[in-house]
T-cell receptor, first 114, second 113 residues
């Protein structure tokens, strides 16, 4: 079975500061990993995904994540936060090379302050 | 870019009524899913569907729920007798073989009153 743990249900950063949202995964088989963003009362938007190619994955809106097998991590970063980044962020995992179900983390709410 | 389309975007129903949520997956995808998100909580898997049958379901997906692909394009989730606790955002998703193309719809917000 696959699972993800997101450390920190709430993260607050100043505008222009580094954003770091943590995700650790557990999987007995190679995983595919995803980050989704959800703005209030909206759906899930894919930020980026890791599907066994490059370990450093670049996504939309300046976000990137690095797959580190040794640390079982897939942390999301952005060098400089913008007010528009305030949202809920979900990490998710499923078995690589399959179309199995996605398992989501509990989410991290990012607050960006002036 | 191809999209997964869900209708309606909002639905209000009375407790005990049947509801059908509709989804049009991406045309060349073969795997289809329903997820739900109760307000303020994480996204939970309900069911996956492949080759006209359920391939996996969660413990949430009890006898009150059913899925169907009635034609070549639509994928529906039916709740036979809605309960207050069924109020949630329901997301449809589709995927291609190999799992590279996981795509979600924008969701249907179901409110049971």
């Amino acid at each position: 079975a696959q699972s993800v743990t997101q450390l920190g249900s709430h993260v607050s950063v100043s505008e222009g500061a580094l954003v770091l949202l943590r995700c650790n995964y557990s999987s007995s088989v190679p995983p595919y990993l995803f980050w989704y963003v959800q703005y209030p009362n909206q759906g899930l938007q894919l930020l980026l995904k890791y599907t066994s190619a490059a370990t450093l994955v670049k996504g939309i809106n300046g976000f990137e994540a690095e797959f580190k097998k040794s640390e079982t991590s897939f942390h999301l970063t952005k060098p400089s936060a913008h007010m528009s980044d305030a949202a809920e962020y979900f990490c998710a995992v499923h078995r690589a090379g399959t179309a199995s179900k996605l398992t989501f983390g509990t989410g991290t709410r990012l607050q960006v302050t002036l | 870019e191809p999209e997964v389309t869900q209708t309606p975007s909002h639905q209000v129903t009375q407790m005990g009524q049947e509801v059908i949520l509709r989804c049009v997956p991406i045309s060349n995808h073969l795997y289809f899913y329903w997820y739900r998100q109760i307000l303020g909580q994480k996204v939970e898997f309900l069911v996956s569907f492949y080759n006209n049958e359920i391939s996996e379901k969660s413990e949430i997906f009890d006898d009150q729920f059913s899925v169907e692909r009635p034609d070549g394009s639509n994928f529906t989730l039916k709740i036979r007798s809605t309960k207050l606790e069924d109020s949630a955002m329901y997301f449809c998703a589709s995927n291609e073989p190999g799992g590279y193309g996981y795509t979600f719809g924008s969701g249907t917000r179901l409110t049971v009153v």
